[in-house]
């Protein structure tokens, strides 16, 4: 079953907005300039990306020349939907180990 749209209509995993930090005015305000087309365009650069090359999240950031702070959310969005999956680990540019990230079959 596929849950991600191939046709390139917008998968509106939003109902109002994105989410954002609890007590947090900053979080909240990057949250509400997120209208759901932006969101969702972020969404599925990052899940196009990771059905192509499981990866983590500096790859996914280095390669889309995206912000580590843009990536990491949209990357965890796909996860909660169950889009994505962890698939193990390898070393980042600093050495330490991160999580590799890749599409889950029922995803495709």
């Known amino acids: 079953m596929n849950h991600y749209d191939i046709d390139n209509t917008p998968l509106p995993l939003f109902a109002a907005r994105a989410p954002s930090v609890n007590g947090s005015a900053t979080s909240a305000a990057a949250a509400d300039s997120l209208g759901p087309a932006t969101l969702n365009a972020m969404q599925r650069r990052v899940y196009e990306f990771i059905c192509r090359r499981p990866s983590t999240d500096e790859e996914i950031a280095d390669e889309l020349a995206m912000n580590p702070s843009t990536v990491r959310p949209r990357r965890g969005e796909l996860a909660r939907r169950g ?26």
Do not use: N, Y
């Open 83 to 108: 889009l994505i999956v962890e698939s193990g680990t390898r070393r980042t540019s600093s050495g330490r180990m991160a999580t590799i990230w890749k599409a889950t079959a029922a995803s495709r």
